[in-house]
């Protein structure tokens, strides 16, 4: 399967893997129409933001999914260059070209796989930067002689409005280890829900936000 990086411009930001040689031999022929339909298919994208599988007009299937940093969509990853079950090509030309045979719901599932593995570097810096500071230590101590360091960690996140979710990917952990953490956090606090720990947040730092 093929591969490639490409920043919202469309320029390429990593070398093509595995290159179609079909692809290669028809973009060097009709250069401009497969530059119509990347451009198409990435303005699709960037709107949606979400991953979505393409045909191009050689019947080839190939997947977009975007790539955040810091919550912001920052590129584009780029794969297939496969024959799928849904949108056949010629055999003789799946031989020629040695094109890969896959079923589209298996290209669909590589690309989710994909978004999950880049959302690994998804994080918000505005929360690693004030991890350390004097402000977010000092926030951390409203809960100190109560919960662990690590436990105060999310109890402050939770208080900054992030979900489960959020908070494991910020603490690079697991999001079962995080509702373990609330369940701790709220046992130890005495306190029925989340909402209640950032009413009580907010009541023992006034400036909090």
């Known amino acids: 399967m093929s591969l490639c990086f490409f920043d919202l411009e469309g320029v390429p930001l990593t070398v093509w893997s595995n290159s179609s040689l079909l692809c290669h031999q028809i973009i060097q022929n009709n250069k401009k129409r497969c530059q119509q339909e990347k451009e198409k298919s990435m303005c699709f994208l960037k709107k949606t933001q979400q991953i979505k599988l393409f045909t191009c007009y050689l019947g080839l299937t190939y997947f977009m999914c975007p790539v955040y940093y810091n919550n ?50 998804n994080f918000d810096l505005s929360v690693i930067e004030n991890i350390g500071s004097e402000k977010a230590e000092s926030e951390l101590n409203v809960f100190n002689g109560i919960l662990s360091k690590r436990e105060a960690e999310v109890a402050m996140l939770i208080c900054q409005g992030l979900s489960n979710k959020q908070i494991a990917e910020q603490l690079f952990v697991s999001e079962k280890t995080i509702k373990t953490h609330v369940s701790n956090i709220l046992s130890k606090l005495d306190i029925k829900d989340r909402m209640q720990l950032i009413l009580e947040y907010c009541r023992i730092v006034p400036n909090a936000k």
């Open 72 to 121: 912001k969509m920052v590129a584009i990853a780029y794969g297939g260059g496969i024959a799928t079950e849904v949108h056949t090509v010629p055999q003789e030309i799946i031989d020629r070209y040695n094109i890969p045979l896959m079923p589209q719901r298996k290209l669909q599932r590589i690309g989710e796989l994909l978004v999950q593995t880049m959302a690994l570097v």
